[in-house]
């Protein structure tokens, strides 16, 4: 079974440019996340959808973040303009739909940015 | 606020050493605790924790849950140097609609030869 797909793996920008990462899920799990991890830190969540719905975004900086998965599978999590905070690994997982039904997350290789 | 605080935040060891790693927390409407290894940079799933008492076991790892001290232990056994990884403890609350999981710092675990 393939895992999550990530891409880049890697990144370097310089501060007020822009930058998009892209996920593939597993297959058949419709439920994706988007976190972010600073060096030293644990992943914190950005975004979560279920299918192509964002369920959870309450932690996503709106004024420079934004996310879609418009055809319930693929996502893109677009950083702009970036500023040198947003240097980390951000990294995406998935896992199985089911109401009720606690399920482990699967995660992807994750992408490095570098923000100079 | 909910926190997932882990302990130490750091341990060496030596190979064949006994670990124990540490995590409590603090998360209105808990569902459950799940572990993660982290050595390059996804982490990859290790157990996931909703019952109070009841050990998980794989191989030389060992995980159990105390959810009246709102706490878990992760043991791992007769060490080895490719255990050496960051390991997350994270929980994972009824927000959104899977859950979302909350994650602690984590403990980096060396183990020399």
């Known amino acids: 079974e393939a895992g999550v797909a990530q891409s880049p793996r890697y990144k370097i920008i310089e501060k007020r440019q822009s930058v998009a990462f892209w996920c593939n899920p597993i297959?058949?799990?419709?439920?994706l996340y988007w976190y972010q991890q600073i060096l030293g830190q644990g992943p914190k969540l950005l975004i979560q959808?279920?299918?192509?719905?964002?369920?959870?975004d309450s932690q996503l900086p709106k004024d420079r973040f934004s996310a879609e998965r418009l055809k319930g599978v693929d996502s893109t999590l677009k950083i702009q303009p970036a500023k040198l905070e947003d240097s980390a690994v951000y990294l995406c997982?998935?896992?199985?739909?089911?109401?009720?039904?606690?399920?482990?997350?699967?995660f992807g290789p994750g992408t490095r940015l570098t923000v100079t | 606020e909910d926190k997932v605080v882990q302990s130490p935040l750091s341990l060496v060891v030596h190979e064949g050493d006994t670990v124990t790693l540490n995590c409590s927390y603090e998360?209105?409407?808990?569902?459950?605790l799940l572990w993660y290894k982290q050595e390059k940079k996804a982490p990859t799933f290790l157990f996931m924790l909703?019952?109070?008492?009841i050990e998980k076991k794989s191989g030389r790892l060992s995980s159990i849950l105390d959810k009246k001290e709102l706490f878990s232990i992760l043991n791992i056994t007769a060490t080895q140097t490719g255990d050496s990884a960051i390991y997350l403890c994270?929980?994972?609350?009824?927000?959104?609609?899977?859950?979302?999981?909350?994650f602690g710092k984590g403990t980096k675990l060396s183990v020399k030869p």
């Open positions: 997982a998935s896992s199985p739909a089911g109401q009720g039904l606690s399920y482990e997350q699967y």
């Open positions: 297959s058949g799990h419709a439920t």
């Open positions: 959808f279920q299918n192509n719905g964002v369920v959870d």
């Open positions: 998360v209105t409407n808990f569902r459950s």
């Open positions: 909703t019952s109070s008492g």
């Open positions: 994270a929980v994972m609350n009824y927000g959104g609609s899977q859950g979302n999981l909350i």
